[in-house]
């Protein structure tokens, strides 16, 4: 199973944008980049995800790094309830298998 | 929809006794997933169903086991429980685009 590294924890201001970065030097061609966070005492909530091309959709956008060994999830205006546990995820063309890491525990401040 | 539900929501039981996990999926979703967090091991998976068959497993012992019923509804058993199983335990149900929804959780509590 492929691995991603990304920072403990990050900090921003409510209403900044925030990007939160992730390192999968091993990705395969097979394998889709997923972002997933995890409120306080929720189960994880899918976020986003792609293969090559960046995506956009209402919760954030993915910048997918053109040799694919990097990702950024960018929300574009942070809010208090963005305060989360942010996993970056590859997960294999050919499964629903998903490989948690330790994540970036977001902190935003009022 | 209606979201994943898992039930119970929480349970308490003692070492060596076994027990069951329920979910049903959102309406329409055929894969469901199971997972197990806790504080030293994070989010770890423990099995993958699609259409009553499992697909995947993560690297937890024989006493963890599941099944998936023909509505696609799952369930999942741990045997011969031990102090460590101690946990949240996840389900999710894949969408038409690859995406998961997690349901709750049932929180376990071996003593």
Not at chain 1, 35 to 52: A, C, D, F, K, N
Not at chain 2, 13 to 25: A, D, E, F, I, N
Not at chain 2, 28 to 53: A, D, I, K, M, N
């Given at each position: 199973d492929a691995k991603t590294t990304q920072p403990n924890s990050m900090e921003s201001n409510e209403e900044e944008p925030v990007h939160l970065p992730c390192n999968h030097s091993t990705i395969s061609g097979t394998d889709y980049i997923h972002w997933y966070r995890q409120l306080p005492s929720q189960g994880p909530e899918y976020v986003i995800h792609g293969l090559t091309s960046n995506v956009n959709n209402r919760m954030a956008s993915l910048a997918i790094a053109e040799d694919r060994k990097s990702s950024t999830l960018i929300l574009h205006r942070a809010t208090l309830r963005d305060a989360a546990v942010y996993y970056c995820i590859l997960r294999a063309g050919y499964t629903d298998k998903l490989i948690f890491g330790t994540g970036t525990r977001l902190q935003v401040f009022p | 929809k209606a979201g994943v539900t898992q039930t119970p929501r929480y349970l308490i039981k003692t070492r060596g006794q076994q027990v069951t996990l329920s979910c049903s999926p959102i309406s329409g979703h055929r894969s469901v997933s199971w997972y197990q967090q806790t504080p030293g091991q994070g989010l770890q998976f423990l099995f993958e169903y699609f259409s009553e068959t499992q697909r995947n497993k993560g690297?937890?012992?024989?006493?963890f086991s599941g099944r998936q019923f023909s509505n696609s509804r799952s369930e999942m058993n741990v045997s011969t429980?031990?102090?460590?199983?101690s946990a949240l335990y996840l389900c999710a149900s894949r969408g038409s685009h690859y995406e998961q929804y997690f349901g709750p959780g049932t929180r376990l509590t071996v003593t």
């Amino acid at each position: 199973d492929a691995k991603t590294t990304q920072p403990n924890s990050m900090e921003s201001n409510e209403e900044e944008p925030v990007h939160l970065p992730c390192n999968h030097s091993t990705i395969s061609g097979t394998d889709y980049i997923h972002w997933y966070r995890q409120l306080p005492s929720q189960g994880p909530e899918y976020v986003i995800h792609g293969l090559t091309s960046n995506v956009n959709n209402r919760m954030a956008s993915l910048a997918i790094a053109e040799d694919r060994k990097s990702s950024t999830l960018i929300l574009h205006r942070a809010t208090l309830r963005d305060a989360a546990v942010y996993y970056c995820i590859l997960r294999a063309g050919y499964t629903d298998k998903l490989i948690f890491g330790t994540g970036t525990r977001l902190q935003v401040f009022p | 929809k209606a979201g994943v539900t898992q039930t119970p929501r929480y349970l308490i039981k003692t070492r060596g006794q076994q027990v069951t996990l329920s979910c049903s999926p959102i309406s329409g979703h055929r894969s469901v997933s199971w997972y197990q967090q806790t504080p030293g091991q994070g989010l770890q998976f423990l099995f993958e169903y699609f259409s009553e068959t499992q697909r995947n497993k993560g690297n937890f012992p024989g006493r963890f086991s599941g099944r998936q019923f023909s509505n696609s509804r799952s369930e999942m058993n741990v045997s011969t429980l031990e102090l460590g199983d101690s946990a949240l335990y996840l389900c999710a149900s894949r969408g038409s685009h690859y995406e998961q929804y997690f349901g709750p959780g049932t929180r376990l509590t071996v003593t």
